[in-house]
Structure formats: C-alpha cells, structure tokens
C-alpha cells in the first residue's frame, strides 16, 4: 500500500520508483490487481492521476454506521427496505441536522434505525483514523494493521541488517524464499519459456543452479569468497544459510563484509541474467565482479572499524580505505 500527496510531481516518482523497481527486480506491477483509492480529490486531478499510474480507479466502502457496511451486513435487499438506492448518500436521510428516514418496513431496518442514535449528526464531519489513539493516521500503526505476523526466521539477521543495501538485500530475500521468477518456476506456472540457464547455456535455470552450480556464477562466487577469506561456505541455498546463521553472527567488520558481499554478488548475478534475458546485455565476469567490488566498497569505507591485521588484509583484498576515526 503506498500513500501519496495529491500533486502530479508525487504521482510521477511513485510511478517512476516502481518502473526502476521493475528494472532492478524484473518484478512488475499487476495492473488487474492494483487500485487507486482518491480522498476529496477533483474528477480533473484524479483523471490525470490515472493517465500517469495506468491503474482502475478503487472505491472505499463508506462505513457510517454501528452495524458496519449496510448493504454487506443485510444484503442488498435492505436498500429496496429503505426505499433508497445503491448510490445513495448518508445525506439523502439527514434533514435539517435530523434522522429523516421513511417507516422500517423489516426487521433489518428496525435494528438499523434503532442504533441511530448512536450517531452524532449535530456535529461536524471530522476524519478520524481507527488504528491510532489519538485518530490521527501513521504508517506504523497501519503497517502493524495490514501485516500478517509469522514465526521468526532464523536467518532474517542475514538478510535484514543495519547496513544492508536495501536493494541488495530485497532479491537476497527473494531468493532465500525461492521467489525469484526463475526458469523452472516460469515453467510450473504454465509459462513457456527456454528453461536452459542464461550463464552456460547447458543446465536447466533454477535458483540452485543460477547462483552457485553454473560454472559462470560458480566463478564469480568463488572469487569474492576467496576476496572474503571464506573458504568453506556451501554452494547450495540451504546449507549456505546454515552455515551463514552459524558463521555470521554479530555485527563485526567482517561478518558486516561477507553478508554485504553476499547480497551484492547475489543482486549483481540476477541483474546480469536479466539484462541478457530480456536486453540482450552480457557483462563479462569481470564486469560482474568489478560491479560488485565497487558497491560493497563504497558501503564498507562508511563503517568504521579498528586497524587490525584482518581488517587490514580484508580491506586491502576489496581496495577499500578503512576508516578508523
Ligand atoms: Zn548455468
């Protein structure tokens, strides 16, 4: 759910923010289930909010009174009741500050006329936002709403880090998940698509094969471990977070560089394969490795360390500059 201010310039970075989050991802937006949802907003401005997302308009159900939505407590057999109609607004039963309602012809709208009173007409409207306390909306309190809590994972502090590069880590947590649209997973939803891997061209692409098993990300893999003075992490997601959640723990300098190191050698393989899949672009391994060498540097040169003959061995494999004040 993303919140925006009504002016155009807003509209248009949401809009651009997903279009680059489409590039780095290859996840897209799905139009048939995507809304906009407007609050007091003119039908010229909302008309040009549109054009820009490219979404169906969405309309809020009005809860106004105790019992929740009328129509979906009783069915809709209680506006043919209530002698009113679908469209109709609360105001077309308010007259003068005052109920004005035609005699209850059932059951339903005896119950529904009777907690009328609970409603205070003679005030002024006011927006009041349910979630908060005080009435006022945050995103925390919306967030904790929407959220579905789960069990806790016992590799989120791999993924989930201080300094992560967010990015990074976002397909990092995809592909711990097996939620990147690999191959064999295009496949199982009815896609038809080359399964062979876009790297050797000789295997079926899946997760397992795409990051450690193919000879061309093996390579790679391989170099920035070794740049890592790792030299026994497994090449198989599994036991990789296995080791991780045993041989990563704690916040030092180098735990803070493998996990940084991972994440980018992980991004920069996923960016690869789909610039060749979908833009024909191919990157060189050193390309790869060069890419991945310069983000994990400019992140570790922000995080201060002590000078020591491991970090100092470390820094001088990535060519960082420690920075010790
Ligand atoms: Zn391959």
Known sequence: MIFVVVDLHSVQLVKDTLDEFKELSGLSVNHSKSEVFCAAVPTVLQDQILSILQ????????????????????GHRVVYDAASNLHAKVSSVIHNKEWCWCPARSEDMVDIQRKLSLIQIKESDKVVWALTATGIFNCAATWQHLRSKQIEVPWWKLVWFREAIPKHCFIGWLAIKDRLSTKDRLLLWGINVDPICQFCRQYMEDRNHLFFKCSFSNRIWKYIMVLCLVSSAPEDWDLLLEWGIKNLKGRSFRVTLCKIAWWATVYHLWLQRNARLHAGEVKSEEQIIKAIRRDVKAKMEAIKAPASILHNTLCNNWHILLCTA
């Open 55 to 74: 979404f169906r308009v969405g309309k809020l159900p009005v809860r106004w009174h105790p019992n929740g939505v009328l129509y979906q407590t009783y």
